[in-house]
């Protein structure tokens, strides 16, 4: 299974327009080659270099299996798929926003092919418990990028 994103490529620089620094909406993501027996996919995105431990941006779950991407700019409003609360205290996207110290941080953009159509959590739960529920992925693909600020 790969991710990715038009926007950037691996290992390279976030566009500003996807950061707090920008207009801070979630970049277009695609995937292909899931595993025959997918039956959903989830998304988490999160920064393990912010200084306090890992900080979570996004989660997203119950994507259909016959889903390939999602669009830039997915609404936090959006129902369907649901979106799990971010560490800025808010459903949805939250774009990268590391610290003033010009240190690159690299956002963690994980795609998890799942074999059930929903996900075993709470109501409006915490991107960390979508992490969490998604331990036993039948694959999953990585896409990471990197932002700092000066």
């Not at 038009?6 to 995937?31: H, K």
């Not at 989830?42 to 920064?47: E, H, N, Q, R, T």
Request: aromatic share 12%; proline share 13%.
């Amino acid at each position: 299974m790969q991710l990715i994103s038009p926007a950037f490529t691996a290992y390279e620089w976030i566009p500003e327009r996807y950061t707090c620094d920008g207009d801070d909406v979630s970049p277009p993501l695609s995937w292909s080659h899931p595993p025959a027996h997918t039956r959903s996919f989830a998304l988490v995105c999160c920064d393990p270099d912010a200084p306090h431990g890992t900080w979570y941006h996004w989660a997203i779950y119950d994507i259909p299996a016959t889903t390939r991407d999602l669009p830039e700019n997915w609404p936090p409003t959006q129902a369907t798929p649901p979106q799990g609360l971010n560490d800025f205290g808010h459903m949805g996207y939250g774009g990268p926003c590391p610290p003033n110290n010009g240190r690159p941080h690299h956002y963690q953009f994980m795609l998890y092919a799942l074999d059930v159509e929903k996900l075993a959590v709470p109501a409006r739960p915490h991107c960390r418990h979508v992490a969490a529920a998604c331990a036993n992925a039948l694959a999953q693909a990585k896409l990471i990028g990197l932002y700092g600020r000066n």
